[in-house]
């Protein structure tokens, strides 16, 4: 079974674009959550989706948003690109998400860097 | 405020020996309880978890204690072998009613040959 991917792997911005990300989940995953890793405050729930619908938020501003496709497919997007976002956001799926108690299991990343 | 800690930010052990590494935290509501393995430039790979119902997990080498009263976990890797060597993360859920991770900051161990 494939795992996570995520693309691209690698993205360069500068301050006041936006961005998309993208996440495909192991087949048969319903769930997909976004994180954000940086040194300083480790890795950070984002948002989960489940079936097409936002599930959880973290504590994040509204210029981050995510979606979630039929396929459960995800992407996330952030606007007005501050240099403070530069970090690696992760993607994690599982069948039915944690309110299961299923175990995520994480794609390698997306590294954002914003100049 | 920090929900989940570990408060040792690297360990050193060498080959053939234990490595513990030690998780603390402070929402008595977590039920579910996690760790996870990351080399650089990947995601992180779940290694092992625990339910508050229990207070051990075993899984071939590795080993997951909680402690409910004391809000501690701890993760036993035994013996311990240079592929060993990553980052180590304890991430905490309320997965009744919160579909998130709360991760901890992460432990770098270095097993030596």
């Known amino acids: ?115 | 405020d920090q929900q989940v800690k570990q408060n040792s930010p690297s360990l050193s052990v060498q080959e053939g020996r234990i490595s513990i590494l030690n998780c603390d935290y402070t929402n008595s509501m977590f039920d579910y309880f996690l760790w996870y393995k990351k080399y650089p430039a990947e995601g992180p790979t779940f290694l092992i978890s625990i339910s508050s119902i229990k207070d051990k997990n075993e899984d071939g080498r590795f080993t997951v204690f909680l402690n409910k009263s004391a809000k501690h976990l701890s993760l036993h890797i035994v013996p311990s072998q240079p592929g060993d060597s990553a980052v180590y993360f304890c991430a905490a859920s309320n997965g009744g009613s919160q579909g998130n991770l709360i991760f901890g900051k992460g432990t770098k161990l270095s097993v030596k040959p």
């Not at chain 1, 606007?79 to 992760?90: M, R, V």
Request: hydrophobic share 30%.
């Open chain 1, 1 to 115: 079974k494939a795992g996570v991917t995520q693309t691209p792997r690698y993205l360069i911005k500068t301050r006041g674009q936006q961005v998309t990300l993208s996440c495909s989940p192991i087949s048969g995953h319903r769930s997909v959550s976004w994180y954000q890793q940086t040194p300083g405050q480790g890795l950070q729930f984002l948002f989960e989706y489940f079936s097409e619908t936002q599930r959880n938020k973290g504590n994040f501003p509204g210029r981050f948003s995510g979606r979630q496709f039929s396929n459960s497919r995800s992407e996330m997007n952030v606007s007005t690109l501050e240099l403070g976002d530069s970090a690696l956001y992760l993607c994690a799926s599982s069948p039915l998400g944690l309110a299961a108690y299923n175990e995520q299991f994480f794609g390698p990343g997306t590294r954002l860097t914003v100049l």
